[in-house]
């Protein structure tokens, strides 16, 4: 199962380093980034993981919870997690799904049915599509999808700006253009009617292009 934007993430139990969990009632009203690993005691997980932990204070004043996933059992995370700390500088303080028995890798579609139901004897290799990104919102709805190669390790600052873009254009009619950083100007969508986008934005807007109606971010 291929799992797409807008769709509902799947609901699933799992024991995690902080207890089972049913992810759906774990996320309650908060956002989410779902970030999934093919194998404990790898090099590029390591520093992801540390680098997501260190960045713990950002997704919290954003309100989003970060969990992680990884096809191994939970004792195993535990022992990594010492790694992670003494390399990077920084202990996970968010949970580690134990996915031993690949339920959770399956059920979001980053390992084939038939890839068996054990992480026993596995290899990296044999999990390398287990390495996505999933941005869950409040109504846990799939609004981000993003995989990675093994070789190349994920960039958390993108996260974040894009976490920032989901949160604002959830409250108000508006895209944001590329590179877009937080406080720089966006644009209306077009399904807003001009007297729609006058009442909205009092201010007026800068139009390049009659489709194009350029704003500064709104700040509520």
Same mark, same amino acid.
């Given at each position: 199962?291929?799992?797409?934007?807008?769709?509902? /993430?799947?609901?699933?139990?799992?024991?995690?380093?902080?207890? !089972?969990i049913r992810f759906h009632e774990w996320i309650g009203d908060a956002w989410c980034v779902l970030f999934s690993h093919p194998k404990d005691f790898t090099p590029v997980c390591t520093t992801e993981l540390g680098a997501m932990a260190g960045l713990g204070a950002e997704f919290d004043k954003r309100n989003c919870k970060v969990i992680g996933l990884s096809v191994d059992p939970v004792?195993?995370?535990e022992r990594w997690s010492k790694d992670i700390e003494e390399v990077m500088g920084f202990m996970p303080r968010y949970p580690m799904i134990g996915d031993s028995d690949l339920a959770v890798a399956k059920l979001y579609g980053m390992l084939p049915a038939n890839a068996g139901t054990?992480?026993?004897? !596995?290899?990296?290799a044999d999990n390398a599509t287990v390495r996505t990104v999933f941005v869950i919102g409040p109504d846990k709805m799939i609004k981000l999808v993003l995989a990675y190669p093994m070789s190349t390790g994920r960039n958390f600052d993108e996260i974040l700006r894009v976490l920032d873009s989901l949160q604002l254009t959830a409250r108000?009619?508006? /895209?944001?253009p590329v590179n877009w950083k937080?406080?720089?100007d966006v644009i209306i969508v077009p399904a807003v009617s001009d007297e729609e986008a006058r009442q909205r934005f009092p201010e007026g807007w800068r139009a390049p292009k009659p489709y194009m109606r350029?704003?500064?971010?709104?700040?509520?």
């Open positions: 199962m291929t799992l797409q934007i807008n769709q509902m /993430a799947p609901d699933f139990e799992a024991e995690t380093t902080m207890g !089972r004792t195993s995370h054990t992480s026993e004897g !596995r290899t990296p108000h009619k508006v /895209a944001t937080q406080g720089e350029i704003v500064k971010q709104p700040t509520t």
